[in-house]
């Protein structure tokens, strides 16, 4: 089981910007899939954004040109640098990863963090 610890939430104004972080344990199996998903106040979490291990990052339409999903791997970290946010950007962003591929359906992902709240004001 990868343990997942995210940070960096707040409050921010609109057009601001956040740096999420997610340190996670060591990933001891390939191919293995790290995602940010975001879940606000009585919807379904959502996909944010992804990378697999084999290459390549995904992201959702909605954040595309915005958000920026990278990793450290020195470090066992994972950031989603968030720009020019919008008050419909507000929820709980939650890391998560998976064996396998790539995904953007949460219910392929078994490891997940506790989240982490992100708060846009108009």
């Given at each position: 089981q990868v343990q997942l610890v995210e940070s960096g939430g707040g409050l921010v104004q609109a057009g601001g910007s956040l740096r999420l972080s997610c340190v996670h344990s060591a990933l001891t199996f390939r191919?293995?899939?790290?995602?940010?998903?975001?879940?606000?106040?009585?919807?379904?979490?959502?996909?944010?954004?992804?990378?697999?291990?084999?290459?390549?990052?995904?992201?959702?339409d909605s954040v595309k040109g915005r958000f920026t999903i990278s990793r450290d791997n020195a470090k066992n970290t994972v950031y989603l640098q968030m720009n020019s946010l919008k008050p419909e950007n507000t929820a709980v962003y939650y890391c998560?990863?998976?064996?396998?591929?790539?995904?953007?359906?949460?219910?392929?992902?078994?490891?997940?963090?506790?989240?982490?709240q992100v708060t846009v004001s108009s």
């Open positions: 191919p293995y899939a790290m995602g940010w998903f975001r879940q606000a106040p009585g919807n379904e979490r959502e996909f944010v954004a992804a990378f697999w291990s084999g290459g390549g990052t995904y992201y959702a998560a990863a998976k064996r396998g591929g790539y995904g953007s359906d949460y219910g392929l992902y078994a490891c997940w963090g506790q989240g982490t």
